[in-house]
């Protein structure tokens, strides 16, 4: 049974850095993506950013690039979530997922890749 969670959520002020953490488990997850995702209030699931396991390819929202970085370390089936330079538009609860795609090396967007196990989430909260 896979099981993701997620960690590191919080208060932060604009302009500051969270890291946020997805211990992952109940399967080698070779061959799979990775990805967070957030739900602001009233707003509807968004992907943020995606990784390869295999690869280490990523994926990222126009959104967040260039502020965001996602990492995964193998050895400790973690992906992490390093977010620099926050905005108040950033707050929302972020969710790890996992999913597979056609292939082992699939790049790891939601069109690519169909994520199917979550976490239960970790709250972020950006004041101005």
């Known amino acids: 049974q896979v099981q993701l969670v997620e960690s590191g959520g919080g208060l932060v002020q604009a302009g500051g850095s969270l890291r946020l953490s997805c211990a992952a488990s109940?399967?080698?997850?070779?061959?799979?993506?990775m990805a967070w995702f957030r739900q602001a209030p009233g707003k509807e699931r968004e992907f943020v950013t995606g990784?390869?396991?295999?690869?280490?390819?990523?994926y990222y929202a126009g959104s967040v690039k260039g502020r965001f970085t996602i990492s995964r370390d193998s050895a400790k089936n973690m992906v992490y979530l390093q977010m620099n330079s926050l905005r108040p538009e950033d707050t929302a609860v972020y969710y790890c997922?996992?999913?597979?795609?056609?292939?082992?090396?699939?790049?790891?967007?939601?069109?690519?890749?169909?994520?199917?196990?979550w976490g239960q989430g970790t709250q972020v909260t950006v004041s101005s």
């Open positions: 990784i390869n396991w295999n690869s280490g390819s990523t």
């Open positions: 109940g399967r080698t997850f070779n061959g799979y993506c």
């Open positions: 997922a996992s999913g597979s795609g056609a292939s082992a090396w699939a790049v790891p967007t939601p069109s690519e890749c169909r994520y199917n196990y």
